[in-house]
């Protein structure tokens, strides 16, 4: 049943602290921003149009994985002076302070022919991991009214396999006739792990909503590979995958960069329920047309400068995304990390607002 807005919604009644030191202010919402997170996913019916801060990353340490790409996110401060190393497979990343983020060791790639995967490849025993401990440090973290969403940060499809032969080995990998059965194989036995990890987080982590996957299908110009290759290779993972995550009552979130947008029907039918495009895609278009099947993060098409514009002309742009995106059926999210200097305080105000009323009608 829709909730009428009331005016009293507006006053903040708290402040999330983000990335690079941002603050989100929390109205004072009709339901938690867990609850309307859910209700949009899930139920496909909006309270309000996300706008960035009703969820909360988690990325343990314990998980090799997020040491090793330096992106852990667990409420405890972790020193970027561990960061690198080796990822869950054993696999050597090194961690690059300038851009804050982590690559495979170049020159040596673990896997040169994916036929060998079965001797090459150690899987983690993840039943080692301090399940348990992780989840005491977390706890106090994970204990908000937010939408605690995990990061698969590496993925078990393409950019697994990348991290395994690099990008030019497994670009090759997946159109030779030789090795395209093996890299199934592999591929299959990486979501497996995967599944596994899902079971483990829903056993360990009883406060997760989401899991936000990762991985990128394409450079600034183009994908990565054919329509063919991945209907063939990954759309059946990505399908287990996604089922496997309702199964526990969760949101499935991709994260997948590159200019793709021919591959969103790819990822509509692997069932995922949100993905937010990169700014080289027509996200608008992609709203249009499948926006009734997965949430679009929406990269804003009434541009103003924040420096300069009015709050009436920010109040006013905030009006025209709510009509154009706020649409019975549809499905959009704010695209923050590409709208992120545009989300003034009188924007979010008006945005919020008026997604409220479009959408309790």
């Not at 992106?71 to 090194?94: E, H, L, N, R, S």
């Not at 110009?221 to 063939?232: M, N, Y």
């Not at 990169?278 to 499948?290: H, Q, R, S």
């Not at 920010?314 to 019975?328: D, I, L, M, N």
Request: glycine share 6%.
């Amino acid at each position: 049943m829709p909730i009428p807005f009331d005016e009293k919604e507006l006053e903040v009644v708290a402040e999330i602290p983000g990335l690079g030191g941002a603050v989100t202010p929390v109205y004072n919402t009709p339901v938690t921003p867990r609850e309307a997170y859910k209700s949009m996913f899930l139920k496909h019916e909006p309270v309000w149009l996300p706008l960035g801060g009703e969820t909360r990353l988690f990325c343990p340490e314990m998980w090799p994985d997020n040491v090793a790409r330096g992106f852990v996110i667990q409420g405890t401060p972790v020193d970027p002076a561990t960061y690198g190393g080796k990822d869950m497979f054993g696999i050597d990343w090194v961690f690059v302070p300038q851009v804050n983020g982590s690559m495979v060791k170049p020159g040596s790639p673990t896997l040169d022919d994916v036929n060998d995967w079965k001797e090459v490849i150690k899987f983690p025993d993840i039943d080692s991991w301090d399940w348990e401990g992780s989840h005491e440090v977390a706890k106090p973290y994970l204990n908000s009214d937010c939408c605690n969403v995990i990061w698969f940060l590496n993925g078990c499809w393409f950019e697994r396999l990348i991290s395994f032969m690099d990008f030019e080995g497994a670009a090759m990998a997946v159109i030779d006739e030789d090795q395209v059965d093996a890299v199934k194989e592999l591929v299959h036995a990486t979501t497996d792990l995967y599944l596994r990890l899902i079971d483990k987080c829903a056993e360990h982590y009883p406060e997760l909503d989401s899991v936000c996957v990762h991985d990128d299908w394409g450079s600034q110009g183009a994908p990565f590979f054919s329509e063919a290759v991945a209907r063939e290779i990954f759309l059946p993972e990505m399908k287990r995958f996604v089922d496997h995550v309702h199964s526990k009552g969760w949101i499935c979130d991709l994260h997948s960069c590159g200019h793709i947008e021919d591959r969103a029907n790819i990822f509509v039918e692997a069932g995922f329920d949100s993905w937010t495009p990169m700014p080289m895609n027509d996200t608008v278009a992609l709203f249009d047309k499948y926006g009734d099947k997965i949430a679009i993060g929406v990269v804003n098409p009434f541009h103003f400068d924040p420096a300069t514009a009015t709050e009436e002309e920010q109040r006013e742009c905030a009006r025209k995304f709510a009509e154009r995106f706020c649409k019975p059926g549809f499905r959009a999210t704010w695209s923050n990390y590409n709208n992120r200097a545009e989300m003034t305080p009188a924007f979010r105000e008006e945005l919020y607002k008026q997604s409220r009323i479009a959408y309790s009608k």
